[in-house]
């Protein structure tokens, strides 16, 4: 499907994608397929964990960029997705979920490097005003340029931003016919909504999901109460060094104590 007319590139929207260190082989493939896939996107090196998230707005600054997608590691199994409109904001907070990339799918979809798509989403984004400010984000940060010099003259995949159980599930599409027929090409990923802020990496905050339950907490709740002894913070721990276990039934034996009978000293 290719684009009709020749103009002048205009919109300048260029989104710097980076990481900090400590992140897994599955998220360094994933930036590199969002790399791909977005002609207007710059590769940065690895931010140091000790860095404050405001030193990224002048990383975009010197690399001309306006929006950022930088991906947070912690404990090196929790992921974190940051996307930003720099420097005055807004930016939203995610918890990245499910990460599948090109390699890994090995789908029979296919598009032409460097062309253009097609940006298609759920219903739910015109209703709630969170989701309509994350659409606003999500079209200026994902949709290549018209007439970049990157971009292809093409419009032949569909990127789908679905919201299910309360979670935003990205995937990417190949149009096959012009009667909209589609095959899935990846990646695919989901994101779960857990603020958004006024400004560019802070701020103050303009919305908090009430529903999001970090990874600390959901590995807490799940395990075993012994072992929740050895995870929970120092000033819960005097609350579980008193727990009569026997109560839980984590001892069989449970017999009643017998007194002993006392000897008779001649």
Known sequence: MAASGAGRWSNKERVLILSSRGISYRTRHLMQDLRTLMPHARPDTKMDRKDKLFIINEICEMKNCNKCL????????????????????????????????????????????GSRPLLSFHPVFDQEPQYQLLKELFI?????????????PFVDHV??????????????????????????????FVLQLIKIFQGSFGGQTL??????????????????????ASHCPQHLQKSHSHTDFSVLGLFHSQRPRTERTPYLQL
């Open 207 to 228: 919305y908090e999901n009430p529903a999001y339950r970090s990874p600390n907490l959901v590995s807490f709740s799940t395990a075993r109460p012994w072992e929740q």
């Open 159 to 188: 990127f789908t931003f679905t919201i299910t159980d309360g979670r935003i599930w990205f995937r990417n599409y190949q149009i096959i016919e012009e009667d909209g027929s589609l095959v899935e090409i990846g990646p695919r």
């Open 70 to 113: 930088y991906f947070e590691a912690k404990k090196k199994q929790d992921l974190y997705l940051w996307i930003a409109n720099v420097p005055h904001g807004p930016s939203a907070k995610f918890l990245v979920q499910n990460v599948h990339t090109l390699a890994e799918l090995k789908m029979t979809g296919n598009c032409l490097r």
């Open 140 to 152: 200026q940060t994902f949709s290549t340029p018209r007439y970049h010099p990157k971009s292809q």
